[in-house]
């Protein structure tokens, strides 16, 4: 069983940046792949950013792609989102999510490949 709580959400203008971090509990978060989702008000749940168990693969979606960068500390059972270059297109609230441990974390960009949810934190880009 995995707990995830996740914090650093707020209000930015666009081009500001935001770090939000996962706290999980539990003992295997080392095992677990790690990966932040999002969803803004009336789409479905989105794909941002997954990261292995050791740290040392991530994938990303497009629209992130150069802005966002998602890591890991293991010892600390957390993992982060840093987000660069906010736009009011990536307004939305973030969640992040562990998953099963996996050598191909590409493959891993469906809410349905994670067990275990946090409770999400709102990220608000004003233009």
């Known amino acids: 069983q995995v707990h995830l709580v996740e914090s650093g959400g707020g209000l930015v203008q666009a081009g500001g940046s935001l770090r939000l971090s996962c706290a999980a509990s539990?003992?295997?978060?080392?095992?677990?792949?790690m990966a932040w989702f999002r969803q803004a008000p009336g789409k479905e749940r989105e794909f941002v950013a997954v990261?292995?168990?050791?740290?040392?693969?991530?994938h990303y979606t497009n629209s992130v792609k150069g802005r966002f960068t998602i890591s890991r500390d293991n010892a600390k059972s957390t993992v982060y989102l840093q987000m660069n270059s906010l736009k009011p297109e990536d307004t939305a609230v973030y969640y992040c999510a562990a998953g099963r441990f996996s050598t191909t974390i590409a493959t891993m960009t469906g809410p349905s490949s994670y067990d275990y949810w946090g409770q999400g934190t709102q990220v608000t880009v004003s233009s």
């Open positions: 990261v292995s168990f050791s740290g040392g693969s991530t």
């Open positions: 539990g003992r295997t978060f080392s095992r677990h792949t």
